[in-house]
């Protein structure tokens, strides 16, 4: 048996979207190794055809998120040490999303999803006019940069169980933007977002319980955005935001 000081024993899905399993392969350990470090070692020593994502290599780009274990991480910055005591580690395509190959998954939901809560920022002033002001020290402010550095990399969405069963919910990374949407006074849809993020499949179908906010690879809290959304619609309705 391989010892598991000096080894991995690593588990990775090979397939696609109708058939596949587990292969087993050994790698070396190494210092400061990463999760992303073994995958490629597999690719490059062992499975040429492997497929998996990554760009940046430093946290940035988000794209090189996977199942760990059965936890949904940035495998970039996810140190082997951290997450693989017992010198096995099970390495998967992220949970909630349908599987290109082996550890890719189709993302296309995740940012349709995205589209239809109205990600996209609406200015309000023409060219011509001059920029519009921000108040830096505003609480709106506050609570938008909280959530502006997501990166985007479906982490929080493979995490939500709601997401398993409800395939409408549109899902914590989406209505987190929704929420920097609301809280940014130079977007000028704030009656269509708001309205989006609460309609069916919106925040109403949130459990509260965190697991989006735990797994969180920047500490982004979905599970306080979409509360703060909840409590935004209150106000709105009572005639009370903004007050
Ligand atoms: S708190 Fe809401 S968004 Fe986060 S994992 Fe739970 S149901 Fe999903
Ligand atoms: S909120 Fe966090 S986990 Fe979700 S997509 Fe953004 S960075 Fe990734
Ligand atoms: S490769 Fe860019 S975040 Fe991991």
Redesign the pocket.
Same mark, same amino acid.
């Given at each position: 048996m391989a010892d598991s000081n000096e080894t991995l024993t690593v588990r990775l899905w090979r397939g696609d979207a109708t058939e596949g399993d587990y292969h087993t392969f050994t790698v070396p350990r190494r210092e400061n190794q990463t999760v992303l470090d073994v995958v490629t070692e597999i690719q490059r020593r062992h499975a040429p055809d492997l497929a998996y994502r990554f760009a940046c290599r430093v946290g940035v780009c988000?794209s090189c =998120?996977m199942m760990v274990n059965d936890t949904p991480r940035w495998t970039c910055r996810t140190h082997v040490s951290k997450v693989a005591g017992d010198g096995t580690l099970t390495v998967g395509p992220l949970r909630n999303m349908p599987v290109i190959r082996d550890l890719v998954a189709d993302m296309t939901e995740f940012f349709d999803k995205w589209q239809k809560a109205g990600g996209r920022f609406q200015g309000s002033r023409t060219r011509a006019e001059p920029m519009a002001e921000v108040d830096t020290t505003s609480k709106a402010r506050r609570h938008a940069d909280a959530?502006i550095?997501? +990166?985007?990399?479906? #982490?929080?969405?493979a995490?939500c169980d709601v997401v398993g069963w409800d395939k409408d919910y549109l899902g914590? =990374?989406a209505l987190?933007r929704a929420w920097t949407l609301l809280n940014d006074t130079r977007h000028a849809d704030q009656r269509g977002t708001l309205d989006r993020a609460m309609d069916q499949g919106g925040c109403g179908s949130c459990h509260t319980q965190g697991n989006?906010m735990r =797994?969180? *690879? #920047?500490g +982004?809290s *979905?599970t306080g955005a979409i509360a703060g959304i909840k409590r935004m619609s209150l106000l709105d309705f009572l005639g009370m935001r903004g007050r």
């Open positions: 988000g =998120a959530s550095e997501c +990166i985007n990399c479906g #982490v929080c969405y995490a914590p =990374a987190t989006c =797994a969180c *690879p #920047v +982004i *979905p």
